[in-house]
Structure formats: C-alpha cells, structure tokens
C-alpha cells in the first residue's frame, strides 16, 4: 500500500530534551511537509521541502530542526529550544506539480 | 497573502439532515481550493478539491462543493448526514505556484441521532 507513515504515535519529551519525530513516504513525491496542529487553531507550516537536500522555513520554525537526506523521509526535530511543544504533528507530501497534499495519521506530542 | 476562514466553529446535525459548512478565502486570483476531513486521534482525509473548470465538484463520501468567485466562498454540502460524518472539517487554500496551503481553524461536526 502506497503512503505516509509517521511514528511513533505517541511521544513524550522530558525537559531540555530533543525529540524526533519520523515521516516516510513510498508515494514517490517530491515535495514534504511538517504542520503543527493545536486545537482550535487549524494546522500551521513549520518546515517544507520540496527536493533532496532541501528544505525551507514555513510560518512557526523556531524551535524546529529538520533534514532531508532521501526522497522518501523528512524527520523534524522538536529540540529544547521549542517551548511549548506540546501539540499534534502532521506530516504531508505531494507530487512534482505540488497541488495536492496528502498526509500522514500523525504523532502527539506531549511534555512529561 | 492568501487566509482561510469558517466562520462556524460547532455545528450540530441530526442524522439523515442536510449539511453545509462555510468556507471563505482571500486570495487575489484563483485559488487552488480544498477541504479535508479529520477524525480525533487522526490525519487529514482529502474530501476533494477545486483547480478550474466545473464550479461545483464532486468529492468522496457523497460530499459536494460549489465554488462562488463572486462570493469568494467554496461551501461544502451533503444532502443527507451519517453519523459517521461526525468529524472536524478543514477548507484549505493553495494559490496558483505558491507551495503553501493555507488552512482555516476547522468546523467540528457533531450528527445526533
């Protein structure tokens, strides 16, 4: 089966910790994305990237890592400089003309 | 810059009743349209989309949309509710060679029986 898998699906972070979280895509798309979801506040672009060894800053990047060795993965870093990480992640792709995202179920993320 | 909104927060349905949730956009040409559907716990399920042609678009799950330019409005319909409808849902927007989508706050579906 074709698609986006994130895990894990729960994740816990201690203070002064970096986490990461993992997406992989067997899609074969070019472009991949990661969203932060709290509640109420619909989703927001922290990182994208549309080719190998590329990436670039969306609106809420600060306290974010990300990189972009193979096609098929995009790992974001929540690292200890983001203060509030406590959320819902998303992770996204889409094909070479970019139109349709289509994304993975998600990891939460919560702070012990 | 390119926004999103839905005006309705919580809408609640009883089943087998009609639906239409709102959604706005600004966006100065025109825009790649959206909507997603989102299950607690879970991701984004695309509902369908809109790039040109044909205003009203057919999507899955008997869902439907109809794209107003003059109206700047892109609502989402279904004749008759499930109650596994009961969901959040998502407008999102995409303009032109801008990567970036856009996405309103969500409206959440409660369907009583």
């Known amino acids: 089966d074709g698609g986006i898998t994130q895990s894990p699906k729960y994740l816990f972070r201690k203070e002064g910790q970096n986490v990461t979280l993992s997406c992989e895509q067997n899609?074969?798309?070019?472009?991949m994305y990661w969203y932060r979801q709290d509640p109420g506040q619909g989703l927001r672009l922290i990182y994208y990237s549309q080719i190998v060894n590329d990436f670039q800053k969306g609106d809420i990047a600060e306290g974010y890592s990300v990189s972009r060795e193979k096609k098929e993965s995009f790992p974001l870093t929540v690292t200890s400089a983001q203060k509030n990480p406590t959320a819902f992640y998303l992770c996204a792709s889409s094909g070479h003309t970019q139109e349709t995202q289509y994304f993975g179920p998600g990891t939460r993320l919560l702070v012990l | 810059a390119q926004s999103v909104t839905q005006p309705d927060i919580h809408i609640t349905v009883s089943e087998g009743a009609s639906l239409e949730l709102r959604c706005n956009y600004s966006?100065?040409?025109?825009?790649?349209l959206f909507w997603y559907v989102q299950s607690p716990g879970q991701g984004l399920q695309l509902l369908l989309k809109y790039f040109s042609g044909d205003t009203l678009v057919q999507g899955i799950k008997g869902f439907e949309a109809e794209f107003k330019r003059s109206q700047s409005s892109f609502n989402l319909r279904k004749p008759s509710v499930h109650w596994s409808d009961a969901a959040e849902y998502f407008c999102a927007v995409r303009g032109g060679s801008n990567y970036k989508l856009t996405f309103g706050k969500g409206t959440l579906l409660t369907v009583n029986p």
């Open positions: 966006y100065g040409a025109t825009p790649y």
């Open positions: 899609l074969n798309h070019d472009a």
